[in-house]
């Protein structure tokens, strides 16, 4: 028998004649329980509203995105894409030429970029999600706007008594002067809005490809960018590998993280951030757990010493209090994050707390976030315990 890991398990269950020392226990214990659940609902809770703004950062953004390594544009040719469409992986793509453009609606101005897409645009991007009002609806003369861009303009859709003025300067060198007319323009109206992110909301103007070909005076051959959609169960890598070679390594080929780097770098900061914050509480709070253990000491010293007495070394004397702490560390963070668990699942089916009457808080559990919180509640509550045993000594005895 374990005699040191018997008396621990003996020394947790049972009550002390001194009703304080059962009170301490019972608060230390406690204090670990609502630690583990608290820094799992933390992490859980930033995982949702992580998760919750990547989804709406990178809604325009594709499975992979071609962009080219030089310049601004990409020479495609229709071989080019028969060959791309044809690389396994690949189920859509569509080509894509933006540009800034500067709009005019009524003397109110914005600066934006026009977003030229093909008629397969809606098959590689989800489109239906993000339209907030009108139809999706792309010709020569209608385009859909962002929400912001609406409320910068005062323009609403299918207003064919004011249009939208869309104005790209011609390329070239020389005076502005040196032409009558400087510039590329267009007069549409807006069929749709789109409704995305304050943000993505003020930045783009979808239109047909071919209008902002003409616009941005951009050859047939050539597109800013294109975008793909990948098979279920594609490997990014391997297409990703397969394009670049395929265009003789002239583009650079980016996933959806990679779009969004800068957004992903400031979430994982954060995140780190906030773990670092709740470990530092933990360990104030792991304090009561050492205080727990001393008190418990003190109060067993007869016994000890009895034990010390019959042979029980002094080493074995301190595994004990170091097990005891070590069972309240373990139970209590599995403790934890079984009630943690259950509020987070009843939030997801049921939610009861909101960050609007209609948008619930968005949490994430993950499998990673339980190890670590398990982890970390373990690690410092082995030290607290181990810290705390080391009392007993020779002197005490």
């Not at 394009?243 to 979430?267: C, G, H, P, W």
Request: avoid cysteine.
């Amino acid at each position: 028998m374990n005699v040191p890991f018997y008396i621990a398990a003996r020394y947790l269950v049972s009550k002390s004649k001194q009703n304080a020392i059962n009170i301490i226990n019972g608060i230390s214990a406690f204090v670990v329980v609502v630690a583990a659940a608290a820094l799992f609902i933390v992490l859980a809770g930033f995982a949702g509203l992580e998760k919750f703004s990547v989804t709406f950062a990178s809604v325009f953004d594709p499975d992979l995105k071609v962009t080219p390594a030089t310049g601004k544009t990409i020479t495609v040719t229709d071989s080019l894409l028969k060959q791309l469409s044809a690389i396994e992986g690949v189920a859509q793509y569509t080509k894509v030429i933006e540009e800034r453009v500067f709009l005019n609606f009524k003397q109110k101005n914005h600066i934006a970029y026009i977003k030229g897409v093909d008629e397969n645009y809606g098959n590689v991007n989800a489109i239906d999600s993000i339209l907030g009002y009108g139809s999706w609806v792309l010709s020569k003369q209608s385009v859909v706007i962002g929400n912001g861009i609406s409320n910068t303009l005062g323009m609403g859709i299918f207003d064919r008594n004011n249009r939208l003025q869309i104005i790209v300067p011609k390329p070239g060198e020389g005076s502005i002067t040196s032409t009558s007319k400087p510039f590329n323009e267009a007069f549409v109206i807006a069929t749709g809005i789109y409704q995305v992110t304050e943000e993505l909301d003020k930045k783009y103007v979808f239109a047909p490809i071919s209008m902002a070909r003409e616009l941005a005076s951009i050859p047939a051959n050539q597109v800013s960018f294109i975008e793909l959609k990948l098979t279920e169960g594609a490997n990014p890598e391997v297409v990703r590998t397969a394009i670049e070679t395929l265009f003789s390594n002239k583009v650079v080929v980016k996933n959806r993280e990679q779009l969004n780097d800068a957004l992903y770098r400031m979430l994982n900061t954060e995140n780190i951030a906030i773990y670092l914050i709740f470990t530092l509480v933990l360990i104030v709070a792991l304090f009561n757990l050492a205080g727990a253990i001393t008190m418990m000491i003190l109060d067993k010293k007869e016994n000890l010493k009895t034990l010390y007495a019959m042979g029980v070394t002094l080493k074995q004397l301190r595994l004990i209090f170091f097990l005891m702490g070590a069972l309240i560390t373990v139970i209590g963070g599995l403790l934890g994050l079984g009630i943690a668990y259950v509020l987070l699942y009843v939030q997801q089916v049921s939610p009861f707390v909101f960050i609007s009457p209609s948008l619930p808080y968005p949490v994430a559990p993950k499998v990673t976030d339980m190890v670590v919180v398990m982890l970390t509640i373990t690690v410092l509550g082995f030290g607290a315990s181990k810290i705390a045993a080391n009392r007993v000594s020779k002197a005490l005895l």
